[in-house]
């Protein structure tokens, strides 16, 4: 069983497929993080190299489009741990047939890829909505998230349109920053804490979301299993509205 | 501490806040897609799909902030709770008050915009002008470009209804109940006229609107609701109104609302609620109407009701043995998708993947299509996997109909936010 290990970078992914090629064989694992290493496994580390990369991606693009490049790309931002290896899979069977097999809906590692896709998807819609400002003093908004796959950069742009404000979102879990002026955003990892101190009008306007979204329940047509389809559970704790409440009424 | 103390005088309170809200939560049109708006200046837009900011416990999606400006009215609707003659609590909020709040809610990211209507406060104009107060402040004063649904008070000045229209996203003017006979029964003081006029008269300031170029006039157009088994009326005949209203008023959505007892004290209203299966029946057929193609006569005669049984395309199919089965490897979109089972966007997926191959069941299987329903009217690769004896079918189809297991029931209450519904999947 051959084993392929890179570097986590889309030009290593690339790479991984310029060996398969190259050496005319068909890995049944690329990863990048590790794993434990078995007998039967013969693991091959693929150095990054920006002209195989290169030459890969140009290939994609010439049977494909860039747009095919870009999906790919895209569900490497998924935390499944076998996404690495169901892009490399797909975009094999891209080069080797000569076309885009992105929607041949029928294939198993093209299902698997899809999935991946439409996870990512949801869950960067989802934030749209579930990502929670407060206020913190001088007037800045800042917002802490904790998305399964890597979409802080992806929910951006959205917010520097709408809010036109500054603000700062946070990605607890990879400890990803995205900060904006009101006009455009950057990306960075910080090294310190991000320490906020929350304006003093804060707990009044949660405390009124609070009462609001009391209100709009119909008690009557209680149905928490489809709340917590459409509002999953683990985004409860960051909401300002769910976050209090540790009440029976929030229990199935 | 001083400094907080003159904020909270200026910001609603939570008993304001609660009782403008209370009513408003049952006005059924949450949605806030369908409008792009850009900013030129202050904050916000728009955003084409809408976005559910939070989930009720009771399953449906937060994406405005519903709220009333007041709840005192004058008028005495009898299936309302803040009809004249209740002994409710009362209250209403000023302009400025309400604008702060909107704001506050909106920079945090817990709302899409605000749904703003009304009782009947003294009188149909007084109120709709401080409405109109309201939206020109909030998108002047506050520079606000979140998304606005106003609701409309039948009887106001046209004028101030037109100015309204050009300052917010959507309107709507609610039909509220389905003949004019139940409207004069139920809420003596509204007239059909005073709601059908202005919606007719929006609806040609639109396209008139449209020709200019002046696409702050109602980006979203207008919606209306009303309320479904509180009066006689037959399911054909709701319908029949519904597909009318979207064909002469262009409105975007009508929404109905299942009637829930609020008022015992009167025999002219039912004392026990209909249910949400009757409401779920027909926006089952309203999408139906909407986005496949279907017309009100195809699917139900108008003396009749929807079958409580089956959903609205599975019943039209069993009355058309002879267009069935199709070959899923062959047959156009337009017919895949009054297939019962297969949505738009499974019809999507298979006319995507049978470019790659020739599908068989297997396949539509792996591609996550749902097939129960589908297997009788379908061929994949010539085979044929169904039943051919209708009443077999019929419960079998019947037997797969989610609506029908007792705990799903509340999943329908809002259709505009159930994936379900989303994809179109019938
Ligand atoms: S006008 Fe009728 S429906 Fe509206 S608040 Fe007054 S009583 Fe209720």
Redesign the interface.
Known sequence: MIVYKFDSTKEGLLCCLFESFSKKELPELVTSSTFQEQFEMQVKIIETNAVNAERVSKGLIKYGSIALLNRLFYALRSSDSLSENAVFQVAYKCLKNRRDETYNLTDSDVLYFTDLCSKINTERHRYLGFTRFSEAQGGILYAHIEPDNDIVDLIAPHFVKRLALRFIIHDVVRNKVVISDGKAFEVFKPTTPLVVYLSPKEKEIEALWQKYYQSVNITERKNLKQMHNFMPRRYEKRLVETKNLSSPIFKD | MK??FE??EN??D?NT??IL??S???DVSCSSSGSERK?DF????C?M?G?????????????L??ILMSNKCVYDCLYCVNRRSNDVPRASANPKDLCE?IM??Y????I?GVFLSSAVDKSPNETMERLLDTVIMLRKVYGFNGYIHLKGIPSADRLMVMRAASFVDRMSFNIELPSEKSLKLLAPQKSKNAIIRPMRELSSEYLIAKEEKRKHFLPAGQTTQMIVGASDESDGKVLKLTESLYSFYKLKRVYFSSY?PTNYDTNLLPKTSVG?LKEHRLYQADWLLRFYGFSASELISEDEDLDPMLDPKCAWALKHPELFPVEVNTAPPEVLVRVPGIGIKGAN?II??R???K?TLE?LV??RIVTKRAIHFITANGKFFGKEHLPTVRLLLSLNDKALEP?????F?DQE?T?SLITGEL
């Not at chain 2, 202050?42 to 837009?45: D, V």
């Not at chain 2, 705990?407 to 999943?411: A, I, L, T, V």
């Open positions: 400094q907080m904020k909270g910001m609603i939570q806040l609660k809200t209370d408003a939560k049952y900013r202050g904050i916000g837009n955003h799909a976005i559910c900011h939070s989930f009720t416990q009771d399953g449906r999606c937060i994406s902030l519903k709040l506050d809610f920079k945090r990211n817990y899409e829930v949400l997926k995507m993947a470019r790659y191959t599908l396949d792996k591609m705990k799903q029931m509340s999943m209450s936010t994936l």
